[in-house]
């Protein structure tokens, strides 16, 4: 099988891809990335000369490069993780999410239609649900995302979903909710968190810290989309949740444990807007498709802890130049 992985130098995507080659001993692998601020070559570093597996850089968003690379490449499938992703920076600037996350996702769509790929899965998030304090989502709950970037994925399932209605195009659609685990960029609330306390920094905890996220390692993640891959059916869209409910003050208390820090590193910052309080989904439809998660949460952020604090230079090569300027405009100057 050859996949077209977008957005492969990412930080899901990349473990997808060593995840992919290590199971698959005869898949190929094409890996389109425009290698934004957050895609990482250096994520690939070990399998870049694998012969099975090709680096592209190039922008999904660029129809004529899209159009070559299926006629020339022909993928069997393509697996869409390329996207803006940051809540906070869709609040400081939408644009780059609307071009990319919604219409780059149609560009992907228009030619996976004329050149007849037999399956597309579109990356999506538990965010397209908004908020829920009590219960869980499902899959056919309605979408009610609340921040810029949750909205833009919202039309890019629309969408997705509107090319297997109208043209049968094999559309799959994953919702996964927050995933932790290597090679994520330290914007994000573990990363960014680990990698201050590193430093000796102060980590911001946003409002009251009492939001609530679902954790799912990243690994369990990557198994999910497999089975999405090979076994999911066509139209239809499956949650993927980690059944690992934390509120954020208390995943800080717990990377505190790990590495010997106590409160006094925690700095109470302003709320981000239109924060949603919390995330919680239902994930019996891919349970019953064969999949659970595998990593208990403990464990699995032990096993990241410990990664960022044996990839220094993966990191510190990241916290500057334009890192810095955003963390500025973000926290204020530190
Ligand atoms: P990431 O920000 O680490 O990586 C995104 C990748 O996409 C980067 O390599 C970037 O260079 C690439 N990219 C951005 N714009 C592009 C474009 N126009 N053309 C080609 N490549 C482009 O993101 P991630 O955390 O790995 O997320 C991957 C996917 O999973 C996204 O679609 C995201 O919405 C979804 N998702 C993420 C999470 C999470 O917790 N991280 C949870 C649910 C869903
Ligand atoms: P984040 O990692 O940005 O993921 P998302 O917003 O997509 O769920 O944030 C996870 C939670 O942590 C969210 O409730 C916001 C909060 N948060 C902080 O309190 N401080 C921070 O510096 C960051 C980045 C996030």
Redesign the pocket.
């Known amino acids: 099988m050859k996949l077209l992985i977008t957005g492969g130098a990412g930080f899901i995507g990349s473990n997808f891809i060593h995840y992919i080659l290590k199971k698959y001993k005869n898949y190929q692998i094409i890996n389109l990335d425009k290698l934004t601020y957050c895609g990482n070559l250096e994520n690939l570093k070990d399998i870049e000369k694998n012969p099975r597996y090709k680096f592209i850089k190039g922008d999904i968003g660029d129809k004529d490069l899209i159009d070559n690379l299926l006629k020339n490449e022909k993928p069997d499938a393509i697996i869409n993780f390329a996207a803006m ?4 920076r869709s609040i400081l600037d939408a644009e780059e999410f609307i071009k990319t996350n919604i219409l780059g996702v149609q560009i992907l769509l228009e030619a996976s239609r004329k050149y007849k790929i037999s399956r597309f899965i579109q990356i999506s ?1 538990d ?1 397209v649900y908004g908020s829920i304090l009590k219960g869980k989502f499902k899959e056919t709950d309605i979408l009610d995302p609340s ?1 810029p ?2 909205a833009s994925k919202a039309a890019a399932e629309l969408l997705a979903l509107s090319y297997f209605k109208t043209y049968n195009l094999p559309v799959l659609i994953t919702r996964s909710s ?1 995933n932790y685990g290597p090679f994520q960029y330290p ?4 990363p ?2 680990v990698t201050n306390l590193l430093e000796n920094k102060k ?5 009251d ?1 009492k ?3 679902d954790w799912l390692y990243v690994l369990d993640n990557s198994m999910a989309i497999d089975l999405v891959l090979h076994k999911g059916k066509i139209g239809e869209i499956y949650n993927i949740g980690g059944n690992s409910e934390k509120e ?1 003050i208390e ?1 800080t208390k717990n990377i505190f444990k790990i590495l010997g820090k106590n409160k006094s590193s925690i700095e109470y ?1 302003k709320d ?1 807007l239109a ?2 309080r919390r ?1 919680a989904i239902d994930s019996s439809k891919i349970k019953k498709l064969g999949w659970k998660p595998k990593y208990k949460f403990s464990e699995a952020l032990k096993i990241t802890v410990n990664w960022y604090k044996n990839n220094k230079n993966w990191w510190k090569r990241i916290k500057t130049g334009e890192y810095l300027k955003y963390y500025q405009t ?2 204020g100057k530190k």
């Open positions: 992703t940051h809540v906070d998030t965010e921040s970037y949750s927050n914007e994000k609330l573990i960014l968190f980590v911001p905890i946003y409002g810290g939001q609530v996220r954020n995943i910052v981000r924060h949603d995330y973000q926290y």
